[in-house]
């Protein structure tokens, strides 16, 4: 399977530990993007990357959060001290060129105890 | 901040019946794409709009962007049980972030047989 891929699937943990997330994309895509979703709501914009630049980051993304594509080929997101409020899925995406559809990994559900 | 509204947020039909969701924004939109999101599932590209008023067809969806760029609507012509899930427009506004697709809440489908 050549798709968006996302490791771990699911993630419990308690609050106040750091987890890391990564995002491998499909290989010849320059962008990749991290989302946030909660139950109920549509993906919430975190961060996007071309290439290993990484060239915003929503003002959701609190100091605890960063996230890094040292190659620009797969990604890493992590959270510092997490919290309840932290718990949701975390998609990963990876498109073409700025334009292009969207390809999105399975995602990591995250739960904070 | 930028805000994309899509309603209904739920819609229940009967198998054969139509379905329309419509997506609004109260800014000029540079391109709208929508997504489908099966229960338990990631969200996956159908369409991307870019012109004003145009409007294409896949089998039994048609996809419609307004005039002014504001608003896009998804609607399904006799539904069927495997279009079951939650349909998101995701808008890019125009001058805006180049990465920074905004989501709506969706609208979740569930089709009665």
């Known amino acids: 399977d050549t798709g968006v891929s996302q490791d771990p699937r699911h993630k419990i943990t308690k609050r106040g530990q750091n987890v890391t997330f990564r995002c491998d994309p499909i290989s010849e895509h320059n962008r990749l993007y991290w989302y946030r979703q909660t139950l109920g709501q549509g993906p919430e914009f975190l961060t996007y990357?071309?290439?290993?630049?990484?060239?915003?980051k929503s003002r959701l993304l609190s100091d605890r959060f960063s996230a890094e594509r040292p190659k620009g080929s797969f990604s890493t997101l992590e959270i510092q001290r997490t919290e309840q409020g932290d718990s949701a899925m975390y998609l990963c995406?990876?498109?073409?060129?700025?334009?292009?559809?969207?390809?999105f990994g399975p995602g990591t559900r995250l739960t904070v105890l | 901040g930028q805000q994309v509204m899509q309603i209904p947020q739920y819609q229940h039909v009967q198998e054969g019946e139509d379905f329309t969701t419509y997506c609004n924004s109260s800014?000029?939109?540079?391109?709208i794409q929508w997504y489908k999101q099966r229960p338990g599932g990631h969200p996956v590209f159908l369409i991307q709009l870019v012109k004003s008023g145009e409007v294409k067809k896949q089998k039994r969806l048609t996809f419609q962007f307004g005039e002014a760029k504001k608003n896009s609507s998804l609607h399904i012509t006799a539904t069927q049980t495997t279009d079951v899930g939650t349909y998101f427009c995701a808008a890019r506004p125009y001058g805006g972030s180049q990465g920074n697709l905004i989501f709506g809440k969706g609208t979740k489908l569930s089709v009665k047989p």
């Open positions: 990357f071309q290439n290993e630049a990484q060239l915003e």
């Open positions: 800014t000029t939109l540079s391109n």
């Open positions: 995406a990876s498109s073409l060129g700025e334009f292009n559809e969207q390809f």
